[in-house]
Nanobody, 125 residues
Framework: QLQASGGGLVQAGGSLRLSCEAS????????MGWFRQAPGKDREFVAA????????FYADSVKGRVTISRDNAKNTVYLQMNSLKPEDTAVYYC????????????????????WGQGTQVTVSS
């Protein structure tokens, strides 16, 4: 239902664009988010976007380096990541949200009900 792609190996300072295509079912969710999980660490929020309004919310750790966007016609959410750092290395997951309450609430793990399979991002130093 959520197909993430675009991961890969990149040098520090480089860029990657991740894509997440949502099925009709998950497209009915009001917002989409990206999370990441590094080995031995908890899954953490990266960015989220509201489908209709385009409102976005970012984790402080990526603010200014990452841009989330959506293409409603393609049911697809993108995560453009620039100035990548080795600490950005993780498996990146896209997820479809439950009911919307606030922009900040889009950053909470528990607000998401559907998860994609993840795509690996590795940043070499």
């Amino acid at each position: 239902q959520l197909q993430a792609s675009g991961g890969g190996l990149v040098q520090a300072g480089g860029s990657l664009r991740l894509s997440c295509e949502a099925s009709v079912h998950t497209f009915s969710s009001p917002f989409m988010g990206w999370f990441r999980q590094a080995p031995g660490k908890d899954r953490e929020f990266v960015a989220a976007v509201h489908w209709s309004s385009g409102s976005t919310f970012y984790a402080d750790s990526v603010k200014g380096r990452v841009t989330i966007s959506r293409d409603n016609a393609k049911n697809t959410v993108y995560l453009q990541m620039n100035s990548l750092k080795p600490e950005d290395t993780a498996v990146y997951y896209c997820a479809a949200g439950r009911s919307y309450s606030t922009t900040q609430a889009m950053g909470r793990l528990g607000q998401y009900s559907y998860w994609g399979q993840g795509t690996q991002v590795t940043v070499s130093s």
